[in-house]
Each structure stands twice: as structure tokens, then as C-alpha cells.
T-cell receptor
Framework: DQQVKQNSPSLSVQEGRISILNCDYT??????FLWYKKYPAEGPTFLIS?????DKNEDGRFTVFLNKSAKHLSLHIVPSQPGDSAVYFC???????????FGAGTRLTVKP | DVKVTQSSRYLVKRTGEKVFLECVQD?????MFWYRQDPGLGLRLIYF???????EKGDIPEGYSVSREKKERFSLILESASTNQTSMYLC????????????FGNGTRLTVT
């Protein structure tokens, strides 16, 4: 049973517009949430994270929002660029980082 | 910069063979992980280790074992490879502290025929 779910397998947006990627989780013990980006033939690379004591974290064009009551997080990319085209994985873990779980991924395509 | 190195980029093995996937990290990380990535299923945790000689099962440990004899090295072993173990295998490592992201290797694409 997947504890982290990304229900949209793909998303296509125009360059310059906002990309919104969504993620839901079921385990209420999760207290640390991350987004990873993966290009073909490479391993996932860490993008941005948020702990459960916050509801928003921003890093340049990337913002992650956490809604604990809904067990939902989202990644906003503004403005989207063609180089952002990749598969994005949502991940979550409880204390001590030993049980990080990942979603199925969303393939983002940013069209010029 | 953290480097996680997986020994092989591509492997082709026959059903029933014993297969070793090797992973080495150079950042003195305590935690090491093995995941497999399959379309539509994302990354699924096979095993992880938080110290030398320590291991814990993840979500899908059946058919796999692991070995961690040195802190920097974590091996995944397929005792008798089967076709349903054809997949992309990803190794990762992290510090033993709260809120420490995982650093991944580039993966090993294993095909079992």
C-alpha cells in the first residue's frame, strides 16, 4: 500500500507559466517532506524540502506548500522553464530518515 | 559534493544467477538505502542500513539480501535472479540526523532474461 501518492502521472505547461505538482500521503507519522527531480539516465536529485512545523518553504522559483490536515503537499514552479522538464518525485519520512517513501512520480513537460 | 557510485550502469543476467549490485559513498554517511524504480510505481524501498552490519527490511525485501561490512559500501544481492527483478536499482545515502535528504547514485539497469 503506497503511503505517498502522486495521482497525476504527467503534466504539460507552457514556458513562463506556473507548474503545480501535487502529492498526498496517508501516514500521519511523516514529518519531513521532500521533492526530487529526475532526468533520464540519472539518479534523483534533491530539490526542496519542508518539515511539518512549517506550511511553506520557498527556494527561488520553487515553493513547497504543506497542508497537514489534508495530508497534502504541492510543489509550485514559477516561472516554468524548458529545463524543468523531468520526472518529479514526492517523498516523505518520519523521524531519523530511515523510512523515506516515494510517490510514483509526475512527468513534467514545459513547452517553449 | 556528495558522490554515490554504483558499480555498473547496465547488467544483463540469466534467471537463477546470483547477482551483486555494489554501491559506494564518499561522504561518511551513516544511512544507506536500496530502491528499485518501476514505471507507475515510483521508487520502492528494498532494504536500508543505518550502521555497519545493520540492516532493515523496506517494503519489498523478498528475493533480496544486503551486506554492509564497511560504512561506505552497501551491496544488494539477488540470490537467484528472476525476470520480475528486471528493474532500475538506485542506491542512496544520507546522514543519521533528522531532515537529511537522500543522495542518489545514477542507478543500475538490471535485465534478467
Amino acid at each position: 500500500d503506497q503511503q505517498v501518492k502522486q495521482n497525476s502521472p504527467s503534466l504539460s505547461v507552457q514556458e513562463g507559466r506556473i507548474s503545480i505538482l501535487n502529492c498526498d500521503y496517508t501516514n500521519s507519522m511523516f514529518d519531513y517532506f521532500l521533492w526530487y527531480k529526475k532526468y533520464p539516465a540519472e539518479g534523483p536529485t534533491f530539490l526542496i524540502s519542508i518539515s511539518s512545523i512549517k506550511d511553506k518553504n520557498e527556494d527561488g522559483r520553487f515553493t513547497v506548500f504543506l497542508n497537514k490536515s489534508a495530508k497534502h503537499l504541492s510543489l509550485h514552479i514559477v516561472p516554468s522553464q524548458p529545463g524543468d522538464s523531468a520526472v518529479y518525485f514526492c517523498a516523505a519520512s518520519a523521524r531519523r530518515n530511515n523510512d523515506m517513501r516515494f510517490g510514483a512520480g509526475t512527468r513534467l513537460t514545459v513547452k517553449p | 559534493d556528495v558522490k554515490v557510485t554504483q558499480s555498473s550502469r547496465y547488467l544483463v543476467k540469466r534467471t537463477g544467477e546470483k547477482v551483486f549490485l555494489e554501491c559506494v559513498q564518499d561522504m561518511d554517511h551513516e544511512n544507506m538505502f536500496w530502491y528499485r524504480q518501476d514505471p507507475g510505481l515510483g521508487l520502492r524501498l528494498i532494504y536500508f542500513s543505518y550502521d555497519v552490519k545493520m540492516k532493515e527490511k523496506g517494503d519489498i525485501p523478498e528475493g533480496y539480501s544486503v551486506s554492509r561490512e564497511k560504512k561506505e559500501r552497501f551491496s544488494l544481492i539477488l540470490e537467484s535472479a528472476s525476470t520480475n527483478q528486471t528493474s532500475m536499482y538506485l542506491c542512496a545515502s544520507s546522514f543519521w540526523v533528522n531532515n537529511s535528504p537522500l543522495h542518489f547514485g545514477n542507478g543500475t539497469r538490471l535485465t534478467v532474461t
